[in-house]
């Protein structure tokens, strides 16, 4: 099968992009054709090291038309199998040369809290990466028949290879968070509830991966709390899985997230997972067997969950262990194995059309 993946760049440390790295490498893996259509980015090194071809097609607002009449051209210089879309300008610019070529789309919903989510129903099939997903976009009025639900792949990328100039290294008593600097993700909240335990573990410290907006007003937050040399702003890291793997706590408090890339990939790690009940995230951690899921996400409530930990080493190292286990749902192979079935149910809806 010849696959081509549309999506506006390949840049590091955007998780739908992750997404795409590690299925794509999976179904070259397995033998598929595979080709990457985007705005380029540095993971086009690591993608064409896997056979993945790569095409440059810049994708903006003003430039939709251009970018519309050079994808029809891809389509016709590559004829794919099937076109998968992963993100809703990737969507709209693959609509009408795929109506054309009378080919396969198939959409991925990534962002189902952006705005202009709804250009993912322009798809043949349209993916949920997560059944709490599944759900909100039945209820958003998603047809049934179309929808299909098949989560993400990151325990066995291969971006977990990838090693920087210079490594790093972390205090092993390190409370881990991987995500955007943005408000949605809630950092604030973490560092709030650090403060408060900060005075009674005094060698524990917080270590915040990423970046965003809200890098310099969550920096002022932790001055402000006198917490400057407790917590560690490390910026983004191209291979935050080995980081991770340092971290004894992964915690991730967003209020609202598809699926959960970096639980996954701290399950995996082995950390110690506490998360809050929002959107895939419960899934990702077994509704609570595999980590701890609370309802109520605010400073104290986080403290409390964290406390239980840190003065239970233990209970830490249970949680631990039982993290790394029953993983297999969540591995680049699984994912590209549950796609073949979502691009043959494609083709069939295309051939019957």
Known sequence: MKILHVLKHCNLSNGHVHVVVDLACAQSSKGHDVVVASGGGPYISLLEGHKIKHVMIPQSVRGAPRAVFDFHSLLKTENPTVVHAHMMGSAAI???????????????????????????????????????????????????????????????SVRKYLNP????????????????LHRRKRVNLIIEAFARLANNYDDWYLVIVGEGPDKQELIALSKSLGLETRVIFQG?????????????????????????????????????????????MPEVVDY????????????ESIARSLDGLMAHPNRLTELRRSAQTDLDRFTAVRMATNYDAVYTEALSRVARR
């Open 94 to 156: 693959a609509y009408i040369p795929t109506r054309l070529r009378k080919i396969p789309l198939v959409t991925t919903m990534h962002n189902s809290f952006d705005n202009h989510s709804f250009l993912m129903r322009l798809g043949d099939v349209v993916v949920a990466v997560s059944e709490a997903e599944r759900k909100l976009l039945l209820a958003r009025g998603y047809s049934a028949d179309k929808l299909r639900m098949v989560y993400n792949g990151p325990v066995d």
């Open 165 to 180: 100039t210079n490594s790093v290294v972390i205090p092993a008593k390190s409370i881990i968070s991987v995500c955007g």
């Open 236 to 280: 983004h890291h191209p291979n935050p899985q080995q980081l991770l793997q340092q971290a004894a706590i992964f915690v991730n408090f967003p209020d609202a997230e598809p699926f959960g890339l970096a639980v996954a990939e701290a399950r995996a790690s082995g950390c110690a997972i506490v998360v809050a009940d929002i959107g895939g």
């Open 288 to 299: 609570g067997r595999a980590g701890t899921v609370l309802s109520e996400v605010d400073p």
